[in-house]
């Protein structure tokens, strides 16, 4: 089977870093997916690590290490607008398999 | 810029009624799913297909649920009959490649009385 964790809910405060962190059990890995959807909105995509290391999008990034079944994504210099659930997403042989979410909720 | 697109936005049905949601996927992605969202989780894959043919449906509850995708274009998702527990999000998105990125529709959100 598959199972992903992740925290549940994250909280910081504008301008500050925050991880979060994922790991995963499943069977035919290829990579994993972070999503981000603001409350009411749909799951739009950040990044995808399909070898070990950091993959560096603007403010977000995003690592995976294989041999410990664990990714995270480091978002940066925090804004308001960052307030909202984000996804890890294991992609196995053609197709994705979502996590429950971390909810982050960024304060002034 | 290309979307997904799905109706209805919101549908309010009662239990043992039958109802249909509707996805147009961006033109010219091969693949597409069906994703059901309980409010407060992630997204659950209920089907998914490749053109017309399914892939993966392990996960649609057959006796009530059904989805199709005749021309390989777009899909529809039927539930006969709806019960209380189906209230939640239905979500619809398409990728060039499968398991590859995917642009999600707005969704379809369901409530059952």
């Known amino acids: 089977g598959q199972s992903l964790e992740q925290p549940s809910e994250v909280t910081a405060v504008e301008g500050a870093i925050v991880q979060i962190n994922c790991t995963y059990q499943?069977?035919?890995?290829?990579?994993l997916s972070w999503y981000q959807q603001h409350d009411g909105g749909a799951p739009t995509f950040l990044s995808y690590n399909g070898l070990d290391g950091l993959e560096e999008t603007g403010r977000f990034s995003s690592f995976l290490s294989r041999s410990d079944s664990y990714g995270y994504l480091l978002l940066q210099e925090l804004q308001m607008k960052d307030s909202a659930s984000y996804f890890c997403?294991?992609?196995?042989?053609?197709?994705?398999?979502f996590g429950a979410g971390t909810r982050l909720a960024v304060h002034p | 810029e290309a979307e997904v697109a799905q109706s209805p936005r919101y549908k309010i049905t009662e239990k043992s009624q039958a109802v249909a949601f509707w996805c147009d996927p961006i033109?010219?992605?091969?693949?597409l799913y069906w994703y059901r969202q309980i409010l407060g989780q992630g997204p659950e894959l209920l089907v998914q297909?490749?053109?017309?043919?399914?892939?993966?449906d392990s996960q649609l509850p057959k006796d009530r649920f059904s989805a199709e995708r005749l021309k390989g274009v777009d899909s529809t998702l039927k539930i006969q009959p709806a019960e209380l527990g189906d209230s939640a999000m239905y979500l619809c998105a398409s990728s060039p490649l499968a398991g590859g990125e995917l642009f999600f529709g707005e969704g379809s959100r369901l409530t059952v009385l």
């Open positions: 033109s010219g992605h091969a693949t």
């Open positions: 997403a294991v992609r196995g042989y053609n197709k994705l398999i």
């Open positions: 499943t069977s035919g890995f290829y990579g």
């Open positions: 297909f490749q053109d017309e043919s399914v892939v993966d």
